[in-house]
């Protein structure tokens, strides 16, 4: 079994979404600790700030647009077509949350979460697989632990991400037999701006709510690396977010509704509204 560094320096291009900040610019940061040299091109809005050197290529993307995602599909395949010979690994990890209740949110926000969460990792993956077919490589995506059971006050959040956790493993089979694999990436509660952004006004880990399995970013690109260097198909972060994936999986869906429920509202509704139902 190759380690991750081996992994890594059979790739030629690497192709990452959501790598200026939290487990996307981890993921960069991890990638180039082992391999210094290693082409990685970043797709997001704004640009990862650290560890910029000649290798790390930004094509500044909103991934929520259609167009530009086929504007950075068409780049990357002029970058791709113009590399050494070596895998291809493609991370879509570009993501947000939207906390409270459906009737509450904002229409526009749920339809960009969906073009995001899901839209853009289908059309760049469709967009890319040509080429990483004939190169052989791995898509992986970043879903949640949240894409295993339904999410109340993150209803639309959480069945994106149960899209990405079902299609990757759909697209895995499909792919048997090719030179392409793919890997579901599954963390819990990981600290990035991720809770900011989704609008809880303080991250449910940092309440002193020593049951959350929290994790750092960090941790998330290590324990991704390592699994994309064993040829895992399936991670989900830690032994305790792999029992509450366990259970949201095996007990009655309506049971894991009502008990995920109950455990999401504590984390903002109850504790920063007070209106609680
Ligand atoms: N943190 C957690 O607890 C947790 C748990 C499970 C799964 N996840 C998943 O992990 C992934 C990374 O999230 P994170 O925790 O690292 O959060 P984060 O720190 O907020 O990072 C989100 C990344 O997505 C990018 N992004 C957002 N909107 C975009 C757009 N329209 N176009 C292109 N890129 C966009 C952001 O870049 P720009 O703003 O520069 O565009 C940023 O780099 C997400 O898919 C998330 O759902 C997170």
């Not at 939290?22 to 082409?39: E, F, H, Q, R, Y």
């Not at 809005?45 to 647009?65: C, E, M, N, Y």
């Not at 149960?162 to 392409?180: I, P």
């Not at 029992?243 to 008990?259: D, H, N």
Request: aromatic share 6%.
């Amino acid at each position: 079994m190759p380690t991750p560094t081996e992994y890594l320096k059979h790739t030629s291009v690497i192709i990452i979404t959501g790598g200026s900040s939290g487990i996307g610019c981890s993921i960069i940061k991890a990638i180039k600790k082992l391999v210094p040299t290693a082409t990685v091109c970043n797709l997001s809005r704004s640009k990862p700030g650290v560890f910029f050197d000649q290798h790390v290529i930004h094509i500044a993307t909103d991934l929520s647009d259609s167009k530009a995602v086929a504007a950075a599909a068409e780049q990357l395949n002029i970058i791709i077509a113009g590399a050494e010979a070596g895998e291809i690994l493609l991370i879509n990890n570009s993501g947000f949350g939207d906390y409270g209740r459906q009737q509450d949110l904002d229409r526009a926000k749920q339809l960009q979460m969906i073009d995001l969460n899901v839209r853009a990792v289908v059309d760049l993956t469709a967009h890319l697989l040509p080429q990483m077919l004939e190169r052989g490589g791995c898509v992986v995506n970043v879903t949640s632990t949240a894409g295993f059971q339904p999410t109340a006050y993150l209803a639309t959040y959480g069945a994106t991400k149960a899209f990405v956790l079902n299609w990757t493993l759909a697209l895995g089979e499909d792919l048997r037999g090719t030179k392409v694999r793919t890997l579901a990436v599954c963390p819990g509660p990981t600290r990035s701006n991720f809770f900011k952004s989704a609008g809880f006004e303080t991250p449910p880990m940092q309440e002193g709510a020593s049951w959350t399995p929290d994790m750092t970013s960090e941790l998330v690109a290590d324990l991704t690396l390592l699994a994309l260097a064993k040829g895992k198909s399936l991670l989900v972060t830690g032994w305790r977010n792999q029992l509450i994936a366990f259970f949201g999986s095996k007990f009655p869906i309506m049971v894991v509704t009502r008990v995920g429920a109950a455990i999401l509202r504590k984390m903002r509704l109850e504790t920063h509204q007070g209106n609680s139902k």
